[in-house]
């Protein structure tokens, strides 16, 4: 990956009016209706993606989806899907509306001249089109021609003109211009596409890539193009596929396109990759091969179960990274397939301080789809074909029968347990009071772990929020030497109906063990995917996600004990995965309400932002937090470019206002404390009478960071109802940069208190 991120304008000066509709309206799934309201003005985020399931079969698997999401997720915007084969939306159906994204690979449209029309009413609007493939107005559905002058009212909004000419032999043709935003991950080369031939009319638009053939330059295309409408990708010129190795890698730059194209460069971002200024780690277990036997020495001749092999080597012996388990409860109930041992592992788990109980259902379905419109009598060709009671397999295999080391797609049966008919209810909401149940007082499972292929239907992700849980899985990560490309990233995210499936940040060991068949070392290779997953740009927490076979063999048990290694030796901020969920479905709930309109001042009121507590500011080495003019801000710090800020848990509608500072190389001075970095997560930051006190909770020591208004000797101590457990006096140096290392367990909270070493107040 190439780190090469253009530098935009900045979108503060732009007219926030022409993005901001004087009534914002609630966000509908299609086919639903509302009654519209008004609605505090907020900063625009939704990016409405236009699709057509003709021609792509599910959201799940589009091009946009799969492909663009990520670079917008990351630029702050939050993305929904309209199906063009309903027909046309209307656009005061989406609150904040700031654009519409297409990526056709055809012809959806019956109509293009009321698609041409509705696309001109939208951008006098104000809402900008990012096109990238075929733009969809060339022919309509069916193969009808349509007249040029139509086409060129739409290509007009991007600053082009169709002469009509096409480029179909390119072994003469060049790039007459290619700027920064081409060559992202793959340059131009080889046998380049065909291309129109688009003349350029409007000098407000920047191109990116210019075809020329020969030394022609009448013959010049203008085929990569942003300016004030949006921006435009001609088909073949955005992306390279490789049909035969699967593989996908951008020619343009989609972080400089879709920012240039939405104008995002000043915007707050929600940010679910850090957490007190550091890379977010979480890590999560799902129950497949709980019951199988370990093959680690000396172990196998005890006949350890996996889960208890992992308990040893993996979590144990880890005391400092949390860690969600989630079992199914067929393989622990003796009323299905439990046994005294598999449940004596779920209670030893469940009891370490570390450790988040969660579920990973209760019958494990392989097949969700299967189970939208159930019905006992589709199920009862399965039942003679339980992977449970197939003769032959002794009860220490049972459960490696019933994980995903079956073939993905084409599973034996719909589920793993299939003594009683499916119960919703009972499989999600049933399941997490199961775990509940089964763990020590105090911990509660809200976290369910999607089956099979991580593929829930609606009702079922409704299921999860309805018994006040939360869903993480599917997205199957992976961005390293197989898969060199941030293609591989999933979104955060993906809608369902009303519903909001939350990825997994990383990939479990299947997809590195072809589908744990060999190569079963092959988990090591997640380093790599975490680290170009966090450089350049920081795309997503560190996750370490496998699944409870990963004890049986010595190979694959090596392999996740050197990634926590790995994981150990990283500046992070743990968390349980349940709060990584929480903090992905805040990204989606997130307004921005600007309260100093276009002035030179930038503040906005952040609301609905749920468990989310950072933001990120781009191109932001010369900004600094204005803590005068903000509040419910715990800390800010420079990073890649980028200035991320840590709002206080403890504030439910801070305010964010931004300045500029003439050091970029220090943390920027203030008047009053901030945190810097942290391992913890702080909360109900309060300044008193002899300096500041602050709320924390974490896994492991508590390595910290604060800038602090005067330099010289801190005393610092660590106290919990009221009892001091800890005490140090450390020195901020002579920038007021206080470091320090908290020696004490943070996973009940803890009070820290802050004052200067002369008892005066900070």
Known sequence: MRGRFQAGIRAAALALAVFLPDVAFPVLAAGSTAVAAPAQQTVPRTILALVDLREESTIRLSRIHTMAELPLNHLGLSVVYWNVADGLPDLSRYPDLRGVVTWFAGEPFPDVGA?????????????????????????????????????NRFFARFGLRDDDGYSDLTYKSKPALADGMIGFERPLSGVLPGYPLFRKTDERFASHLVMRRGDDPASDSHLVVT?????????????????????????????????????????PKPDVTTLSGRRLYFSHIDGDGWRNVTEVAPYAARRVLSADMVRTAAIEAFPDLPVSVAPIVGDLDPTWKGTPESLAAAKALFALPQVEPSSHTWTHPFQWAFFKDYSRQAEAPFLDRDGSRKPGKGDDHAAEEAGEVSDIGRYAVPRAYLQQPFDLDQEIGGALDYFTRLAPAGKRAVLVQWSGDTSPFEAALAAARKAGGVNINGGDARFDADFPSITGLPPIGLPVGAERQIYAAGSNENTYTDLWTNRFYGYRNLVNTMRHAGSPLRLKPFNVYYHMYTGQKPASLNALVSVL???????????????????????????????????????????????????RFDHASADAVDFARSSGVLGQRHSQGSLYVALDPAVAEPVVALTETDRADRDPPAAMPYLVQGRWAFSAFAPDDHGFHVAATGYGAGGMVWQVPRPGRWTVTAERNGTRLWSVSASADADGRLALTVPVSAIAPLLLRFRPADGAAG
């Open 227 to 267: 300016g004030p409408s949006g921006g435009l990708v001609t088909e073949g010129y955005g992306r390279y596929f490789d049909a035969e190795y699967n593989r996908r890698q951008w020619i343009v730059d989609p972080f400089a396109f879709f920012r240039d194209s939405f104008v995002t460069d000043d915007l």
């Open 565 to 615: 290694t790995a994981a150990q030796g990283q500046e992070l901020a743990p968390v349980a995965a349940s709060t990584y969920a929480r903090i992905a479905e805040g990204y989606y709930t997130t307004r921005f309400e600007p309260l100093d309109g276009q002035g030179s001042g930038r503040r906005w009121r952040v609301r609905d932002r749920g468990a989310l507590n950072t933001l």
């Open 115 to 151: 698609y041409v029309g509705w696309a001109a009413r939208a951008m006098d609007r104000g809402i900008r089109f990012a096109v990238l493939g075929q733009p969809g107005v060339r022919l309509e559905r069916g193969g009808k021609p349509v007249p040029l002058a139509v086409s």
